[in-house]
């Protein structure tokens, strides 16, 4: 299975994201993201096993028991990639819960034995792939309110020719 730990958008946060990629999309050719698949990725774990999976889901139960919601602070838009074929997303501030958050998880897999994609930790909700975005063509963010993360899921990243398609397999709700 292909996977990933994110955090879950709360509605209201999901809806001005939709907002944001729905004024963008006038403005950029690139596949908009639909906003049910919107979340922030903590850890990508890849291709893993059923036994993998279940590390994966007690690593991440010990990683946010007794945590209260993350709040999620829109700061920006930003691109991976070139130009001609970029990953547009709305960036998050990497406040020190969920910086606290990213990295007890990853200590967490790391300690049971789960591979995961050790790159930076760069919080955002990706909005588009493949877009194309000229020179200084992304305009300010507009006022987007900050909200909690109501829990934090491991998905299943199933690839279509249409894109991926995320499953929520196991979740923790915060202060639960």
Request: charged share 20%; aromatic share 6%; proline share 9%.
């Amino acid at each position: 299975m292909r996977a990933f730990i994110g955090l879950e958008l709360p509605p209201s946060l999901k809806d001005a994201a939709a907002g944001v990629s729905a004024d963008l999309a006038r403005l950029l050719h690139g596949r908009f993201l639909s906003s049910d698949g919107y979340h922030l990725t903590l850890a990508f774990l890849g291709e893993g096993d059923a036994s993998q999976v279940e590390l994966a889901c007690r690593a991440l139960d010990r990683s946010v028991a007794g945590r209260e919601p993350v709040e999620l602070v829109p700061e920006g838009l930003g691109t991976f990639g070139r130009p001609i074929d970029a990953t547009l997303w709305l960036g998050v501030a990497d406040t020190p819960e969920l910086s606290d958050l990213a990295s007890d998880l990853c200590a967490e897999l790391r300690a049971s034995g789960v591979p995961f994609d050790e790159t930076s930790f760069v919080p955002h909700v990706t909005i588009a792939r493949r877009a194309r975005i000229l020179r200084d063509a992304l305009p300010p963010l507009p006022s987007v309110p900050s909200a909690p993360a109501p829990r934090a899921t491991l998905f299943e990243s199933v690839l279509t020719p249409e894109g991926a398609v995320y499953r929520p397999v196991y979740s923790v709700d915060f202060g639960g």
